[in-house]
C-alpha cells in the first residue's frame, strides 16, 4: 500500500502521520509538496493537520488553490481514499470535496484535549475495524472546529449515514456538554457521498501507541490497510 | 480601478467573535449595543480600466477564494 501526505507550507502533523501510518502499513509514505502538481500513484492520500498559510483569510481556503489540490480532487473523484484531519478537513472542505464550513470555536478559544467519539458508520475504508457505534477517545487540537452546514445539507448527510464521529460522551449521547466546538449536530467526521474522502477534526495519530496514553486511533490506520488487503 | 470588498457572515450564522466584541463595548460602558456582526474588508487594485470586465472578474475572485458563500455574502465598490 503506498499511502502519500501532503505537505503545505505550515502543516505540522504531518510527520506525525507518517509516523503512525508508516507504524501500521510497515512500508515508507510518500511526502508530497504542495508546490507539486502530479500526485505520484497513491493508494491513500493524506491532509494533514496544521496552520497551511497561516490560516490566512480562513482555514484552509489557500491550501485548497495549491496546485496540488487539483489532482488531489482528480484522484478523490476516481476514487482514491482520501483523508483530511483538523486543518485537512478544513482544506477538503474549501476544496469543495466535502460540503459545509468549519468555523470559529463557539467558545472563541483553541482547545486541545482528548475527547469522546462515537463512530457512528464503519462501512467507510478508514473505520471498518472499529464496531459500529464504539466509543473511543482521540485528541483535538484547534481554534476552528465547529461545523456549520444549511439544514438541507445536514439533513442529507444525516439521512445518507455521512456522520462518520461524532462528539458523544461517555454514554455515548450527543449532548451539548460533550460538543467541544458548537458542531452542528455534535459532527466530528463525515464522509463525502461515495464515502471514499473524509474529514475530521479530532488526530488519530496523536493516539496510536501505548507511548503516547492510548491507542485508539490505531485503529483508522488498521481498517486502511485492511482495506487494502481486501 | 480599485475594487472595495465587504465580506459578511450571513444572516442566521452565529458569529461569536461579533458576540465578544458585543461583550466588550458593553464592558467598556458603551450602552445600547444591541448587536455586533464582524467581516473582512479587501481591497484589490485592477489593472482593468473598463467596468464590465472588472465587475466580472470581481465576482469570479469573490467567488473563488475571498468569500465561502455557504457562510459569507461579499459586496463591493469600484473607485478609479
Redesign the interface.
Known sequence: MQASVIVFPGSNCDRDVKVALEAVIGRPVRMVWHGDSQMPASDLIVVPGGFSYGDYLRCGAMAAHSPIMRDVVGKAKAGTPVIGICNGFQILTEAGLLPGVLMRNASLKYICRDVTLKVEQTDTPFTRAYRKGEIVTIPIGHAEGNYFADQATLERLEGEGRVVFRYVDALGNATAEANPNGAQHNIAGICDEKRRVLGMMPHPERLFEPMQGGTDGRKLFESLIEKMAA | MKARIKITLKTG??D??GK?IQHALTGLGFAGINDVRQGKYIEVDLADTAEPAAREKVDRICK???A?T??ENYSYELVP
Request: zero cysteines.
Open positions: 450564522v452565529l461569536p467573535q465578544a473563488d477564494l475571498l465561502n455557504v457562510i
